[in-house]
């Protein structure tokens, strides 16, 4: 994990507001993805970004999502109008190749 | 798409016992089987993997087995120890699209008694 920054760790949203969530890769890293955990489940993949592109959103919701990583700064994770649905662990990963893949410690979302 | 199934859900062992958790996957065309260590509060860590061009592979007191023509693989502790208690996941994925999309199972909750 040592080297996938993400922040914040842990945030609380009233419903309807907006989380934002950032992660900086490891050094030399620009590959990225996100993955969501839901309380006592497995990681589901949400996006798989390189700088300043999406490759694969397959796993991330049609409405209220949506994931950026620009050529100077972190990668954003953004949920507009939050529901309690959306509390989860929300991971980042990086990884040099695409291939070989490190994750941050995670962002805790609690809607309340 | 790919599926991947893990057993047990949990798991309890005397410290000194060995581990065994096991995964099956549905996609024949992955080919890249990593299981990651989860401690509560924490980012999963990758603690060993396997490609599909080999059938076992270890790590000290860990190791990992694959079987492509069953479709399934198997994580082994041996000489647990309390700090081995954690969550375990198994993932699978096929690199050929050149990036890396796992699928992960469910988990399997590890605990270690000393």
């Known amino acids: 994990n040592a080297g996938v920054m993400q922040n914040p760790r842990h945030l609380v949203r009233r419903r309807g507001q907006e989380a934002r969530l950032r992660c900086s890769p490891m050094?030399?890293?620009?590959?990225v993805y996100w993955y969501r955990q839901l309380p006592e489940e497995g990681l589901k993949f949400m996006v798989y970004l390189q700088k300043e592109n999406i490759i694969d959103e397959s796993g991330m919701p049609k409405e209220r999502f949506s994931a950026e990583f620009p050529k100077e700064g972190p990668s954003i994770l953004r949920i507009q109008q939050v529901v309690r649905g959306d509390s989860a662990a929300y991971f980042c990963?990086?990884?040099?190749?695409?291939?070989?893949?490190?994750f941050g410690e995670g962002s805790w979302l609690t809607v309340v | 798409g790919e599926n991947v199934e893990q057993h047990p859900s949990t798991l309890s062992v005397q410290e000194g016992d060995s581990a065994v958790i096991k995964c099956t996957y549905s996609d024949s065309a992955s080919n890249y089987f990593p299981w990651y260590k989860q401690e509560l509060g924490k980012g999963p860590q990758l603690i060993i993997d396997?490609?599909?061009?080999?059938g076992e592979k270890k790590d000290q007191r860990i190791a990992v087995t694959l079987n492509k023509t069953a479709k399934h693989f198997s994580l082994h502790i041996t000489e647990t120890q309390p700090e081995d208690s954690a969550v375990y996941f198994c993932?699978?994925?096929?690199?050929?699209?050149?990036?890396?999309?796992?699928?992960f199972g469910a988990g399997t909750r590890l605990a270690v008694h000393p």
């Open positions: 396997i490609r599909s061009n080999v």
């Open positions: 990963a990086s990884s040099p190749d695409g291939k070989t893949i490190y």
């Open positions: 050094k030399g890293h620009s590959h």
């Open positions: 993932a699978a994925s096929g690199l050929g699209s050149g990036y890396n999309k796992l699928i």
